[in-house]
């Protein structure tokens, strides 16, 4: 009996393998994770996937004690700070590798103050104008899909000309890359005006075609004339004094000039607020000079570079004499030319009194130790904070100046 039994079992078991087989319980969809063949079929699919780009453009003071592309810590290989001790921004040794596939891996390298060889976020803009075109176009309205064209191709053409700003010649890619494709994987550079003649393209579009609001600190047209104003004046001036290009050159000055008027002409800004409200302030939002901002909050983002601003933080690379004489005097002329009294003079005390008031928001009017020059500079941090070491009062220093729980905003873009 029991052997009827056991072969019963054992039939029965072997139909639920073949049941379960055919019921495909486990070929069930990821509950938790994004799939290609079901996504980008809606706005909030393709605002989500661009928020990755809003940290890595718009880096501000970075995040916790991460430094790379951050004010101050970021960019330490320059001719306007001096270094104490070992020059902490040249290798020792030949590094293994200077290349990387990886979204994370494309820091902003001190060594050479550049990007690196890294096609990552590319990839990652070309991805999602291929969506939009075979997927997204069909789903959402006319206008969003030109809006979120323009959002990818704004990040692709500043990636690119992260790249040529570093590189030169590049190669192109204006569509996803298979990695079956060698010849694609390893095509030779292309020429940086050809490059740079498809970022002009994109930055074109991008004004043409993204929303002039699409809420508080997302890309609007206003954001994208700021970036654009910026690439094109950095390739306009690059070919006119590197290249020798007049043609080149005013093609890009003058489309900066016209981007650069978007902003100047809306009427949105002004310049009636202090300089140093654009770095140490808690929240930048409504302020009336501010085009772009990257806010930070105790609990969901801090950083770590008002505590290099506080006054008891060292400051191994600080500002030297060269970038001193580059702040212009109190009437608007260089020392050199300014009649105001003792503006040849480079005590800190009277730089303070006698230079442009930017000069008295970035730096202690005093000569501090903890500045490799001393010259300590106080800007990203607010007025309260820097008076802690002006009172001798360090030591009741609030936790917000200290380590990585700073919360100050800073203005990425603005109107000044």
């Given at each position: ?18 049941v379960?087989?055919?019921?495909s ?37 970075n995040?916790?004690y ?18 104490s ?7 020792s ?17 001190t060594?050479?103050?550049?990007q ?6 590319v ?6 104008l291929d969506?939009l ?39 192109y ?9 060698p ?9 940086r ?11 074109q579009?991008?004004?043409?075609n ?15 004339a ?15 004094y ?38 140490g ?5 409504g ?22 601003s ?42 303070a ?13 005093f ?42 905003d800073?203005c ?5």
């Amino acid at each position: 009996m029991k052997k009827y039994i056991l072969i019963a079992l054992t039939l029965a078991y072997s139909a639920m393998l073949f049941v379960s087989c055919d019921d495909s319980i486990l070929d069930r969809p990821d509950q938790t994770k994004f799939t290609d063949d079901k996504f980008w079929r809606s706005e909030s699919d393709l605002r989500l996937y661009s928020n990755e780009f809003y940290p890595q453009y718009f880096t501000g003071y970075n995040s916790s004690y991460s430094t790379p592309w951050a004010m101050l810590r970021g960019y330490a290989f320059s001719d306007n700070v001096v270094t104490s001790g070992k020059q902490s921004s040249f290798p020792s040794s030949l590094p293994n590798d200077l290349g990387s596939t990886s979204l994370q891996g494309a820091d902003w390298r001190t060594q050479w103050q550049g990007q690196m060889w890294n096609f990552a976020w590319v990839r990652k803009c070309n991805i999602m104008l291929d969506r939009l075109e075979n997927v997204s176009k069909s789903t959402i309205t006319d206008e969003a899909y030109k809006h979120w064209t323009a959002v990818a191709r704004l990040f692709r053409a500043w990636e690119y000309h992260r790249l040529v700003i570093t590189f030169g010649d590049v190669p192109y890619y204006d569509a996803p890359v298979s990695d079956a494709d060698p010849d694609d994987l390893f095509k030779a550079r292309t020429p940086r005006d050809e490059v740079m003649g498809h970022v002009f393209d994109d930055l074109q579009y991008a004004l043409a075609n993204v929303r002039e609001n699409d809420g508080n600190l997302s890309v609007n047209r206003d954001i994208v004339a700021a970036v654009a104003s910026r690439i094109l004046l950095f390739e306009g001036t690059w070919q006119k004094y590197h290249n020798s290009n007049t043609t080149l050159a005013k093609k890009y000055l003058d489309a900066c000039v016209s981007a650069s008027e978007i902003v100047m002409n809306s009427g949105k800004y002004s310049c009636t607020m202090p300089f140093r409200t654009l770095f140490g302030s808690d929240n930048l939002a409504g302020h009336p000079g501010v085009i772009m901002y990257r806010h930070y909050a105790d609990g969901e983002v801090t950083h770590c570079i008002a505590s290099y601003s506080n006054g008891e933080e060292g400051n191994s690379a600080a500002g030297n004499l060269s970038l001193i004489k580059a702040f212009i005097c109190n009437d608007g002329k260089t020392y050199q030319n300014s009649t105001v009294a003792d503006a040849d003079k480079f005590d800190v005390p009277t730089l303070a009194k006698t230079r442009d008031s930017r000069f008295e928001a970035t730096f202690f009017n005093f000569p501090h130790i903890k500045s490799s020059s001393l010259l300590c500079q106080d800007k990203f941090i607010s007025r309260e904070g820097a008076n802690y070491v002006r009172e001798d009062n360090l030591a009741n220093l609030p936790s917000k100046y200290m380590s990585n729980t700073n919360t100050n905003d800073l203005c990425i873009f603005y109107f000044f």
